[in-house]
Each structure stands twice: as structure tokens, then as C-alpha cells.
């Protein structure tokens, strides 16, 4: 261990820090080191296969012999099975084998429910075998909506429990609230309101299970976390964790739903088992919308004061949400600003719905919907333009500098409405903003205890590869790693091969909490630095010897370093920051809301590749814009189907509906680890819907409070409802 | 998916001949009836593709208006000479991959979107159940009027413009006025048309006119989506004012409907937008939405304004 001293900081906010970094590590990427490659514009390495169609993921898997296996999801959410009859199924063309999950008598309690799944020579096969399989149901009473489930007559949706739970560790109550916003000069009041969204990544879930002739398993799987979905399948499959390989070489979309085996991959394991075939396992788009997760919904009630110098005095917030069957349905606030005085209470409501998972920052989205809506309203009770109440609620240079710079880009000072809403024409304009927030600084283990490493491998032909277990859902991490080696070693980063993506690779770490990158991406420097070191050391680069030249001195075949990421060191800031400014148009005679332009200003430490950067915020706003507009699960409200489970009804936001987005990759050193790095995923997705929701404030004076925001909630607003549904 | 007889028709008796029996089903694009194949709505013995048949993939002008055969695209049709309104209702459907293949005939005679419809697990009305699930259920894109038996909506683009301008349907046996082509559901609710087993929409026939027309539409959601609402609207203007009439609403009822209450308000009187605004209101007066459907009231006479004022300005 060394002490250093580092500079930590943006441009034009740099002071000097002092941090231990671990023995053998090299001292962090600070404010000032010069570099050639970190921070540059870098493709995608594997875009054009991508693009091209010939990256391979799971449903792409083609085995000789392989069976495909469908499920039978129940169509209807709290039934029972009455009676269940395979035979007919069973005795259909191609189909080998059968698992069943639920039996008769056994209660359904939402629309996807696994009831067995059905393996066959052909995916028609199988398909037509589902649709064969006879069952009777008994319908019970399902309750759809948080209202419905708290109603004191509802039904449980858990024989024996309570559908209202709360979430105990949530609670807060700090300095006396209720006294604070009493006592306040203005005290504010609102309600928020947010839909359930599925996570509806373009890749299904799915797996592929091979036994193989010495008794080891293979899977390939559609997922973010190799290592649990080898720790499931090892359990199900009765065998040591070493006799299960979990491959995933490209995935597509995960957003936190894919974090397990899964009943898909049991079923592809059970039914390999039976058959001795390998077996295919996808879910459909109905699957997918019923079973593949969700974020839960919220109902938020705000209440708070605020001091006649428009500082908050105080906060209390009570939501109630619901996963489904699951719990979890947490909102993140109150967040970012100085809040002298909260309290706060949150409750998960079991409806009878698909289970939520976590999702894209999970509780944040809904909770910062309601928070930086709720701050807009504050400022505009004691009359202050939003980004000056903001400035007096936080003393954090980062968000001030980030929103200054958002506000310059979209104009807010000349363009915004001074007096919300008015103006001629049918078509309002507005502005509105809202700031996020995430807490991931990388880690150096993982969740069974195991410590994250890279492999890099420098042949004598002067090939220099990359090896970390990791899945990519996405965000490019091969780039990444590609970026941090080449700037270590002093190459092009297309001159450095990266492989990821299976459990024989070293330890990697899960798509959770946007850890991957700054968790792996220091490994890879500290194995960069180490084999740059060897390499000098035994074959005398440097010195006016080129990398190649030094490669082809190497003694035998290659030369392998493994670098270990240590726990991070220092810090400038423990949480990143990033804002979002947007304009929109709505027409208030139609109630239909345009977004024209978002400006993102994103920090998360030391930007890497600034491609991929800004591929991560585009995708958060886009994702955010979808949520904030278009995206709604709908349940049948007396058989708790969800009636739009496809892609037509579930509506996503198309190309004709994404904005001019001004990605801004703010770069931050921040010394936590030896790369800086920090997680980017979550935090740009935070925000869009609040700020889209203050822009359409103050194009047409009125509140929308509830997700999504559509015509006929606007229309209501204006006509002087709440905007609720 | 059900095993069925797929026939390759030379001609269109041949066409006839082979879907006369009811598990027969023409498809055109295909463009709906995969895709109900597919939820198993559709279970034909026979699919008949009329691709095969020769023919009805022009648009022919005639010296008193234009013949559009039944297989002419879409993408055909939006970038055509016909009347506006035909003209934009074709050009809003679907995606451009969509109007490339779908027909005019299919797009005519094209099943209801209604979630409820094409859910197999529950067997609705249309489908010879005995309920509408959508009436006590979830119906925010449902029928506004007319709604009392069966909530669908038609779910054509192009049918209100060709009603809006007197388009005449022409099938292998018979000629029949598009305002007579499409069925209630208090008279038939099994299907959305006259069509009888073994007919087959052969052209649209529009006369030229002097009308002026437009349609618009109002949608969640810039990409591929369907209307919440439509209008298509033909004018017989005299300078500023309106001689005469014809508005159709679409997406609010199980038929493209005409809307006499909205054309009473517009005759005889000088276009302006007060007077649009007025005609909208009258042609939504009478709506009877459901428990989510009542932002249709409002969206509805907005959307109405705007097609009558740009076909008469």
C-alpha cells in the first residue's frame, strides 16, 4: 500500500486529494493524466456483427438433436386448475417429453403462471402440443389495482396474509416533520401516480441445457448473471457448481430481469434430463410481458413546507405499490436535496400479477417522478424559477455545474415560460428539468464471496486478448476492456481482443446496480500493467522496442497475467449525479404530448469509451420517454389477464417518437479505483418522465401526476381533474 | 398451428369456388389473417391466397373517376392521385413495411383489433360467446357509439375516407355502396360485413367530384399505432361555404360512421372555426362511452375540427 496524491474533480472544480492505492496497482486516472485512448470516441467492437445479424444469442443456439420446449402460461390470473389432461398433448407428433410445474388443484395467481412445459422435435410442434393440453379452471375473485387490494373486503392474494405489507427498512422519520412543514410558510400537498412497466427486453428470456457424455451440464442463457444462473442450475440439476458451464456470449437486454435460472430454464433442464436431448427453452412475447418482470407501481403522497426563502423545511411521503405477487415496491425519495426534516413510509400491495424484478434502477424512476415533480411544485409555491429552488435545496457543486450547463444547452433561461402555460394556437410549448442520481462505485467481489479477475493472454504474434467471465446485456463492455488494456499497454484498442461471457473465464461479475464496468474494467488495468511490466521486464519493451517486437521475445507460447480487483480507495464524490432538460409541445385540444429535445448531462466518473457513454444515455432517455408517455400494463380487472401482452397494445416508443437527444458525457475524476470508473446503466432513465412531466407543466399550467402521461389524463387535467386516471 | 389446405387460385371463380365452404378463409397480404392464425382465432381448413389470382393491382382512371383494384398496397394507394382524404387515410396506416404489402381489400375487410378478440382464452361475442368482455372490461380504445352488444371498433383506416366520398365496393357478384357494406353488431355479430361465403372484393370504385376532402387521426403514439379516433370529411364548398357534406368517424364504432349531426351543422353555412368546432360537438353528442373510453368525447370533435377545416380551406 502507497499513498498518493490524485487530482479529483471536473474542469474548473480540481482539488488534490490524497488515497492509499493497494501494492502493485498503478495510481488512478486523475483530472490531469494525460491519456490517449480513455475518453475518446471508440465503436462498439462487436457492432458490425450486431448489426449484421451475426452475433449469436441464446434463441440463436442450434444443437444437433435439440428439442424445443414451450410453456403453458395460465391465461388467467387468481384461478385454480380443476382438472389438467396431458394426454392429448402428449400424444401429439414430435413431442418426447413433459414437465409440470402445477398440478390440479393448484391455485394460479396470475396470468403467466407456469402450469408444465412441453418439449417436441419442432418449435410448431411443441407450440401445438401447449395448445392441446386440456385444462379446466375455477375462477376466484383477482384483484388488479393497489386500490382494489387494499379495500378492507378484498380478497388475499396469499391465502393467510395481508396484501398490504410495509417495507420496514424504509421508514424514516428525522427531526419532528410534521412540526417542520407545519410551521413552513407555504406547505404543498400532491399525489403521484405511476403505471407498471415490464421490462420487455428485445432478446426473450431463454435457455438451452446440454448433459453432456461425462456428466457435465452446459447451458446457454439469456441472462445478466452467469455465476447465479450456474449456482440455480447446479442445484437443479443435482451437481457440483464445477460440472455446470453457463455460456453467454451476446444478450440482448436485461434490465435487471434476468438474474436467475429461471422456470424456462428449469423446464430446458428437467426436460434434457428426461429426454436426453438437449433442449431449447424461449419464452414468447406473452411470456415475457406476464413472467419476465416488471417495475412495480406507485401511488405517492407528498406532503411538504417550505421557508419564505424558498429553502424545504421538511417532507413527509407515504407510497403504496405493487410487484404483483412479489414485494419490493419501493420508491427513492426524497433524494438530492437537503431535507432538514422527513418522514417517511413505504407499503407493497400483492395484487394478482406477474412478479416484479428489479428494473433499471430500481424505485427510482417512480420515486424521482414524484420528488423532482414535488420540487417543481415547491419552487413554484414560494415563486421561484425551478433551477434556482433546486440550487438553494443542494450544496453539491457537481449538480450545480451539471445543471448549468443542461441549462445553457436548452436555452432555459430565454426560452422557458415565465408564466406557465397561455399563449395562442392549440399547440403549447414548455420547458422542464429534473436531476438524478446513482450510487455505484464498482466492487471487487461478487454476491458468493468470489473476487472479480481478468486474464489477459499476449501471444508471440503480438495478440493480446481479454478474458473476464462477464455477460454484456448491452452496455459494451468488451469496448471498455478493450479501451482500459489498450491505454495501459499503449495500443489500439482494435488491436486488443476481448472475451466474455462463460463461467470457464474468470470470475465476473453480475449486471446489477451498473457494476460490471467499474467493478471488471480496474481488473483489466491492473493485468494491463502487470503484463506491461513482464513484458519489459523478459522481453524488453520499450526502449525503442515496439510491442510486437517485444512479443516475439516472449519464451514459449504466451505470456498470461491475471490483475485482481481490489477494493476501491478514495473518493471525491460517493454518488453520481447527471440532470435532464426537456422540451415538449402539447396540444391541449387533443392531449397528445410531443417531446422535441432532451438535453442529458451525465456524469459517472472517468469516461471510458465516450461512444458507449452516450449509448447509455440515449438508451435511459429513450427508455425514460417510453415510460413517461407510452408504456402500461393492462390487467382485465375480472380475470387479471393482461390483455395487451404484445407489442402492439404494450406500447414502446418508436423511432417516430424518440426526440433530438444531447447526450453530455460529463467526465468526473473521482479516484475510487484505479480506471475512476463509476455505474452508468441506472441513472439516466432516473429522471426523464419528472423532467417531461415539469416541461408539460409549463407548456399548459396545469399537472399531470400519472404515469404515462396520455391524452386522456392531459385532457382531464386541463379540465381541471388531477390528471389522474 | 391447425393443418389446412392451402389453395393457389388461377382464377377468381376458381377463387370462389374454393372458399364457398365456411372453414375457408382469402387471404390477400395476409397481413391480419396470420396473424390471427397465429393467436389460433383463425382456424381454416383452406386458405385461398388471392396473390395468385391475376389482376386487381391497379389503379385505373376512368373519364368519371378511378377503379382500385382489390390487391392494390397501400403504399399504391397513399401515393396516388386519388382524393386527399383516401390519400392520407392509406398513408397514416401501419409502417411503411406494412403499407408495402397490406391491400386495400384486405385492409377493408380486415377483423377488429379488440384484445379481447384476439385473446383465445376468452371466447367473446364475435367469437359465439355470449358476452363482450370489453363492455364491463378494459376498453379504453373501445367503441363510443353503438356499443351496446359488441364494444370493437372497425379497424380500418381507409374504409371512413372512402365512405366520407360514396366509394362503391365491388365484389365477384355484386355492387354495393360502401355506406351498405359494413354490418353492427346488433345485426350481425360474427362479422363486420355484407360479404357472403365465396364473395370476394374484386375493386373500390370513387367517383370524381368536386368534393374536397381530408382525414385525420389521433394516436397515443407517432409510430405504428392505431387510431384513437378518425375523421374523414368531404366537402361540396361554394367559395366559403359549404353546400354540402359528408363526415365519417372512425375508431369509435364497430362500422366507419357517418355522422349526419356533424354534416347538419356544416351545410349552408359559412366554414369557419367556430363552426367545425360546432359540427365536432354535434357529431360526438350522442356518444355512450365506457368506463375508460370518454377522452374519445373529447379528442373526438377536436380531431373532427381539424379534418373539416383543411378539406374546406
Redesign the interface.
Known amino acids: 500500500m502507497g499513498k498518493i496524491k490524485t487530482k479529483v474533480g471536473f474542469r474548473g472544480n480540481v482539488k488534490e486529494i490524497e488515497v492509499t492505492i493497494p501494492d502493485h496497482e498503478p495510481a488512478p486516472w486523475d483530472a490531469e493524466t494525460p491519456l490517449k485512448v480513455v475518453g475518446t470516441d471508440v465503436p462498439r467492437l462487436e457492432a458490425s456483427l450486431k448489426v449484421t445479424g451475426r452475433a449469436k444469442y441464446t434463441a440463436d443456439i442450434h444443437l444437433h438433436g435439440m428439442l424445443i420446449a414451450k410453456i403453458l402460461h395460465a391465461?388467467?390470473g387468481a384461478a385454480r386448475i380443476k382438472k389438467l389432461d396431458v394426454s392429448a398433448a402428449e400424444a401429439m407428433p414430435g413431442v418426447r417429453g413433459t414437465t409440470v410445474f402445477k398440478g390440479e388443484g393448484r391455485p394460479l395467481l396470475y396470468h403467466g403462471d407456469e402450469i408444465l412445459a412441453i418439449a417436441a422435435d419442432t418449435e410448431?410442434q411443441a407450440?401445438?402440443a401447449v395448445?392441446a393440453v386440456k385444462v379446466d379452471y375455477e375462477f376466484g375473485t383477482p384483484v388488479t389495482t393497489v386500490e382494489a387490494a387494499m379495500k378492507a373486503s378484498a380478497p388475499s392474494v396469499f391465502e393467510g396474509k395481508e396484501n398490504v405489507q410495509e417495507n420496514k427498512k424504509a421508514r424514516i422519520r428525522q427531526n419532528d416533520p410534521e412540526k417542520a412543514i407545519q410551521e413552513a410558510a407555504k406547505i404543498i400537498e400532491a399525489t403521484y401516480e405511476t403505471q407498471v412497466q415490464t421490462h420487455s427486453c428485445l432478446e426473450p428470456h431463454g435457455v438451452v441445457a446440454r448433459f453432456n457424455e461425462d456428466g457435465s451440464l452446459t447451458l446457454w442463457a439469456s441472462t445478466q448473471a452467469l455465476f447465479q444462473v450456474r449456482s440455480d442450475a447446479a442445484a437443479q440439476a443435482k451437481l457440483p457448481q464445477q460440472k455446470v458451464r453457463v455460456i453467454a456470449e451476446h444478450v440482448g437486454g436485461g434490465f435487471g430481469s434476468k438474474f436467475a435460472l429461471g422456470p424456462f430454464g428449469i423446464a430446458a433442464i428437467e426436460l434434457a434430463k428426461k429426454t436426453g436431448h438437449p433442449v431449447k427453452c424461449v419464452l414468447t412475447r406473452e411470456g415475457e410481458h406476464t413472467t419476465g418482470g416488471n417495475r412495480p407501481s406507485s401511488i405517492q403522497k407528498m406532503r411538504g413546507g417550505v421557508t419564505r426563502d424558498g429553502k424545504i423545511a421538511g417532507v413527509s411521503v407515504t407510497t403504496h405499490g405493487t410487484g404483483g405477487v412479489a414485494g419490493g415496491a419501493g420508491c427513492a425519495n426524497p433524494a438530492v436535496y437537503h431535507f432538514p426534516a422527513v418522514h417517511k413510509e413505504e407499503y407493497s400491495v400483492y395484487t394478482h400479477a406477474g412478479p416484479a424484478m428489479a428494473f433499471r434502477a430500481p424505485g427510482h424512476p417512480q420515486g424521482f417522478f414524484a420528488l423532482e415533480c414535488f420540487i417543481d411544485e415547491m419552487a413554484e409555491a414560494v415563486g421561484l424559477d425551478p433551477l434556482e429552488f433546486r440550487k438553494r435545496n443542494c450544496d453539491n457543486e457537481l449538480y450545480h455545474a451539471e445543471w448549468d450547463l443542461g441549462a445553457q444547452k436548452i436555452g432555459w433561461k430565454e426560452r422557458r415560460n415565465t408564466v406557465a402555460g397561455g399563449g395562442p394556437g392549440?399547440v403549447k410549448r414548455g420547458l422542464g428539468m429534473a436531476s438524478t442520481l446513482w450510487y455505484q462505485k464498482g466492487g471487487w467481489k461478487d454476491w458468493f464471496g468470489q473476487r472479480y479477475a481478468v486474464e489477459i493472454v499476449a501471444t508471440r504474434d503480438g495478440a493480446v486478448e481479454v478474458r473476464n467471465a462477464s455477460q454484456d446485456i448491452g452496455t459494451g463492455l468488451r469496448t471498455l476492456l478493450a479501451c482500459i488494456v489498450a491505454e495501459e499497454l499503449g495500443l489500439r484498442p482494435e488491436e486488443i481482443s476481448v472475451k466474455i461471457g462463460d463461467t470457464d473465464l474468470p470470475r465476473g461479475a453480475p449486471s446489477g446496480g451498473s457494476q460490471v464496468s467499474p467493478s471488471i474494467g480496474p481488473a483489466a488495468r491492473n493485468a494491463a500493467f502487470q503484463l506491461k511490466k513482464k513484458v519489459r521486464e523478459v522481453a524488453g519493451l520499450g526502449d525503442g522496442v515496439t510491442w510486437k517486437e517485444a512479443c516475439r521475445r516472449i519464451e514459449g507460447e504466451a505470456l498470461r497475467v491475471t490483475g485482481e480487483r481490489s477494493p476501491n480507495y478514495g473518493e471525491y464524490k460517493d454518488k453520481v449525479a447527471g440532470c435532464q432538460f426537456v422540451e415538449v409541445e402539447v396540444?391541449v385540444?387533443?392531449?397528445?404530448i410531443?417531446v422535441k429535445k432532451v438535453v442529458a448531462v451525465q456524469d459517472a466518473g472517468k469516461v471510458i469509451d465516450k461512444l458507449t457513454f452516450e449509448s447509455q444515455i440515449v438508451g435511459g432517455v429513450t427508455q425514460g420517454i417510453s415510460y413517461a408517455?407510452?408504456e402500461n400494463r393492462?390487467?382485465?380487472?375480472?380475470?387479471a389477464?393482461q390483455?395487451?401482452a404484445d407489442f402492439?397494445?404494450y406500447?414502446i416508443?418508436?423511432?417516430?417518437?424518440v426526440p433530438e437527444i444531447v447526450p453530455i458525457a460529463f467526465d468526473v475524476a473521482n479516484a475510487v479505483n484505479n480506471c475512476g470508473m463509476m455505474g452508468l446503466g441506472e441513472p439516466p432513465t432516473i429522471p426523464t418522465a419528472a423532467a417531461i412531466a415539469n416541461a408539460v407543466h409549463n407548456a399548459i399550467g396545469v399537472r399531470v401526476r400519472s404515469l404515462p402521461m396520455?391524452?386522456?389524463k392531459v385532457?382531464?387535467a386541463l379540465?381541471g381533474g388531477e390528471g389522474r386516471? | 398451428m391447425k393443418n389446412f389446405e392451402y389453395v393457389l387460385p388461377g382464377s377468381l371463380e376458381e377463387a370462389s369456388k374454393a372458399a364457398a365452404d365456411g372453414g375457408a378463409k382469402l387471404k390477400a397480404a395476409g397481413v391480419d389473417l396470420l396473424d390471427e392464425m397465429k393467436n389460433t382465432v383463425a382456424t381454416p381448413d383452406k386458405v385461398v391466397n388471392l396473390l395468385s389470382v391475376g389482376g386487381m393491382r391497379e389503379i385505373v382512371r376512368t373519364k368519371d373517376g378511378w377503379r382500385v383494384g382489390a390487391l392494390v398496397t397501400l403504399a399504391q394507394l397513399a401515393d396516388s392521385r386519388l382524393p386527399a382524404a383516401i390519400t392520407a387515410a392509406a398513408g397514416e396506416a401501419a409502417t411503411p413495411q406494412i403499407r408495402n404489402v397490406a391491400t386495400v381489400g384486405g385492409n377493408l375487410c380486415q377483423r377488429p383489433r379488440c384484445w379481447y378478440y384476439r385473446n383465445r382464452a376468452y371466447a367473446c361475442l364475435r367469437k359465439g360467446g355470449t358476452v363482450c368482455y370489453a363492455l364491463e372490461g378494459e376498453n379504453r380504445y373501445h367503441a363510443i357509439f353503438h356499443n351496446d352488444a359488441c364494444a370493437i371498433v372497425h379497424p380500418s383506416n381507409v374504409a371512413p375516407a372512402l365512405l366520407a366520398l360514396g366509394a362503391t365496393v365491388v365484389t365477384n357478384r355484386r355492387s354495393i355502396p360502401i355506406e351498405e357494406f359494413f354490418v353492427l353488431p346488433s345485426d350481425h355479430v360474427d362479422r363486420e360485413n355484407v360479404l357472403e361465403d365465396g364473395e370476394i372484393v374484386t375493386e373500390v370504385q370513387v367517383a370524381q367530384s368536386r368534393w374536397s376532402s381530408a382525414y385525420r387521426e389521433e394516436r397515443e403514439r407517432d409510430s405504428f399505432d392505431w387510431a384513437t379516433v378518425s375523421a374523414a370529411v368531404a366537402l361540396r364548398m361554394d367559395g366559403a361555404v359549404v353546400k354540402d357534406a359528408r363526415v365519417v368517424l372512425g375508431a369509435v364504432a364497430p362500422v366507419p360512421l357517418r355522422s349526419k349531426e356533424g354534416e347538419r351543422v356544416l351545410i349552408g353555412q359559412r366554414l369557419t372555426e367556430k363552426i367545425a368546432q360546432a359540427a365536432g360537438e354535434a357529431a360526438f353528442k350522442g356518444a355512450t362511452p365506457l368506463s375508460d373510453n370518454a377522452y374519445k368525447r373529447l379528442v373526438g370533435p377536436a380531431n373532427l375540427k381539424r379534418a373539416i377545416l383543411s378539406a374546406g380551406l
Open positions: 391465461p388467467y410448431e407450440e401445438d395448445a392549440a396540444n385540444e387533443t392531449g397528445r410531443r408517455l407510452f393492462i390487467l382485465d380487472r375480472r380475470r389477464t390483455v395487451n402492439i397494445s406500447k416508443a418508436g423511432a417516430a417518437d396520455t391524452p386522456d385532457l382531464t379540465a386516471k
